[in-house]
T-cell receptor
């Protein structure tokens, strides 16, 4: 079955510290992988995506993610977070349709 | 880039009434649009796939007669919540596949009182 797991439901981190949000997907076929961010009471904004090519993908707001096929992972990272990064983050692999992970709530502490 | 407009952003309605939510692709044509529902502190759950010129495809457990979807043109899909009840209160989001990926509307917060 096609599924996606985000191991951490909540991640508190101090401002300017690095952060990694984990995502694992299940797949026996090639997939496209996305990370979206959602601010309170808003829609989703695309952070970055992996379609093919280089496994290290850089996105907006200083975020990057690395596609690891052998581990079926697509973890999101940022070397130094800001208060404004506080939001909900969703990993979303695309099979025949978009499937969203349960989300990780990132809280940046001043 | 692709722009998707969703309207209204917020709506409050009385129990038993119907509410229509619109999703428009502003600068491209979309033969397919997706409708999601999001409860507080939860992820997005796909409700249905809207197909221009044919019937929508509903996910398991979604009531077709309650959530009416009409893909009227290549730029417009509507979701109508019929005979709304308080448990239908939620955040509804549409999405359109484009060459850039999937672009999402800004969402509609529905509150049924």
């Amino acid at each position: 079955a096609q599924s996606v797991t985000q191991l951490d439901s909540q991640v508190p981190v101090f401002e300017e510290a690095p952060v990694e949000l984990r995502c694992n997907y299940s797949s026996s076929v090639s997939v496209y992988l996305f990370w979206y961010v959602q601010y309170p009471n808003q829609g989703l904004q695309l952070l970055l995506k992996y379609l093919s090519g280089s496994t290290l993908v850089k996105g907006i707001n200083g975020f990057e993610a690395e596609f690891n096929k052998s581990q079926t992972s697509f973890h999101l990272r940022k070397p130094s977070v800001h208060i404004s990064d506080t939001a909900e983050y969703f990993c979303a692999p695309i099979y025949d349709k978009v499937i969203f992970g349960p989300g990780t709530s990132l809280s940046v502490i001043p | 880039g692709a722009v998707v407009s969703q309207h209204p952003s917020r709506v409050i309605c009385k129990s038993g009434t119907s509410v229509k939510i619109e999703c428009r692709s502003l600068d491209f044509q979309a033969t397919t649009m997706f409708w999601y529902r999001q409860f507080p502190k939860q992820s997005l759950m796909l409700m249905a796939t809207s197909n221009e010129g044919s019937k929508a495809t509903y996910e398991q457990g979604v009531e077709k007669d309650k959530f009416l979807i009409n893909h009227a043109s290549l730029t417009l899909s509507t979701l109508t919540v019929t005979s709304a009840h308080p448990e239908d209160s939620s955040f509804y989001i549409c999405s359109v596949p484009t060459s850039y990926g999937y672009t999402f509307g800004s969402g509609t917060r529905l509150t049924v009182v």
